[in-house]
């Protein structure tokens, strides 16, 4: 059986139904992931922007961390977009008609543009988690020992933390879609689709 898929010529029809299927797979796995996590991340942001009132914003570095936060889950959103294009995209490799069928630049621009957002969005949200944490880190060396005994406005809150979770989650979604995408132009790199 194994020599019966090495004798075949790469273009041929499997090798592309092949690949559409686990693409259209893929794509599947990806939309979820990403609009799980992004909605997640995107209600903890929302419920952590308005829990911060004026009053008890002590670090600039929390609030740089929540804009980076944003524009990372704003790359999310575009890529939970991108898997249903991906999606639209294997159904259409999947057809027998080879007018209608992308090419295998088209496919690979397409997969590259994905890997770009996601890399961006994953360095977006790298940085909007180091800035948040290193602040809260920060504001908490430079606190007295004892004062979140007497003063409760001293106390790093559960906000700031649910925050740093939101980001790590939009971190792992964004790992995820390069992964995806990578591994999906890095096996297009080795076979003729």
Do not use: C
Not at 55 to 82: D, K, M, P
Not at 116 to 141: N, P, T
Not at 168 to 176: C, M
């Amino acid at each position: 059986m194994h020599e019966s898929v090495k004798s075949t010529p790469k273009n041929q029809l499997p090798s592309k139904q092949r690949f559409a299927d686990t693409f259209r797979f893929l794509s599947r796995i990806s939309y979820w992931i990403h609009l799980l996590l992004g909605t997640i991340s995107g209600v903890i942001l929302f419920l952590v922007g308005f829990s911060r009132n004026s009053a008890n914003i002590n670090s600039n570095g929390v609030n740089v961390g929540i804009v980076f936060a944003v524009l990372s889950l704003v790359a999310l959103g575009f890529r939970v977009y991108w898997a249903l294009r991906y999606r639209t995209l294997a159904k259409t490799l999947q057809k027998f008609d080879s007018k209608v069928q992308p090419s295998r630049e088209e496919i690979i621009r397409i997969l590259r543009l994905g890997l770009f957002v996601s890399l961006l969005g994953l360095f977006l949200a790298f940085f909007a988690s180091e800035i948040s944490l290193v602040s809260l880190v920060a504001d908490a060396i430079a606190r007295p020992q004892g004062i979140a005994v007497y003063d409760r406005e001293q106390v790093v809150q559960i906000a700031d933390l649910l925050l740093i979770l939101a980001q790590l989650n939009i971190l792992g979604a964004h790992f995820f879609g390069s992964a995806n995408s990578l591994g999906l132009l890095s096996w297009l790199s080795k076979e003729e689709v």
